[in-house]
């Protein structure tokens, strides 16, 4: 299955364009063609064209509600069922939590002074950016959309938090003396009560709207250690 491009500013084709902002926060227009378009691609043999589906349909923000809700309900394939519950919770969480600071989600310290001015992941959190990302502990952060990491921990710290929640960086990040570029959307940050107090508002919420008759079993949320720092 092809990948649906947005429609144009102008929004000149047969279907109501529906408006939503990218990672960058420029708008992005889907169609509800389009729409349609990014859901049956969920179920597409090739997994890279899974994936682009499902990071495309999140930018669709709640106008995707609707047709997911159908797609949910109509399909009896595990995965697409798995992809439109993260979908969603993704879309929830972010628009109930756009202010704020950006979150990539690794604990982290700085690299050894012989290393140079780097950024050591000592640990990924589940669910986060950081993760979709494909970073792992161990990797050194070298640069974010192309600066170098400088000033060490402070440093870093502030490239993250000058950033808004639902912005997408690239990354350069060394690996087994393997360069590697990596793109990373950033989460709200929150307090961990912030992060329960609305994961329990989703999951009635979720069943309500979505799965009123239990067809997916959630998992539980993943704890959240109050001890470390995180960015």
Do not use: C
């Not at 349909?57 to 394939?77: H, I, S, W």
């Amino acid at each position: 299955a092809s990948r649906p491009a947005p429609s144009d500013a102008t929004g000149a084709t047969a279907e109501t364009p529906v408006a939503s902002s990218n990672a960058a926060g420029a708008e992005l227009t889907y169609t509800p063609e389009q729409i349609s378009e990014l859901i049956k691609a969920l179920g597409d043999p090739d997994w890279s064209t899974r994936q682009r589906a499902s990071d495309d349909l999140f930018f669709a923000g709640p106008a995707a509600y609707p047709p997911l809700k159908e797609e949910f309900r109509r399909t009896r394939n595990y995965e697409v069922r798995r992809r439109i519950h993260y979908i969603v919770e993704l879309i929830y969480f972010f628009h109930g939590q756009k202010q704020g600071n950006g979150f990539l989600g690794i604990q982290y310290n700085a690299a050894n002074p012989l290393e140079g001015d780097r950024i050591r992941v000592i640990r990924v959190v589940p669910g986060s950016g950081a993760e979709r990302a494909g970073l792992r502990a161990g990797d050194l952060v070298l640069s974010i959309d192309g600066t170098r990491i400088s000033n060490g921990t402070d440093g870093f710290r502030r490239m993250i938090e000058e950033r808004k929640p639902g912005t997408r960086i690239a990354l350069v990040v060394l690996r087994d003396q393997r360069s590697l570029q990596l793109s990373a959307v950033l989460g709200p940050r929150r307090s961990p009560d912030d992060l329960y107090k609305m994961r329990e508002r989703f999951v009635p919420w979720w069943r309500a709207e979505f799965d009123p008759d239990g067809l997916f079993r959630e998992f539980d949320p993943p704890s959240v250690d109050r001890a470390w720092t995180l960015e």
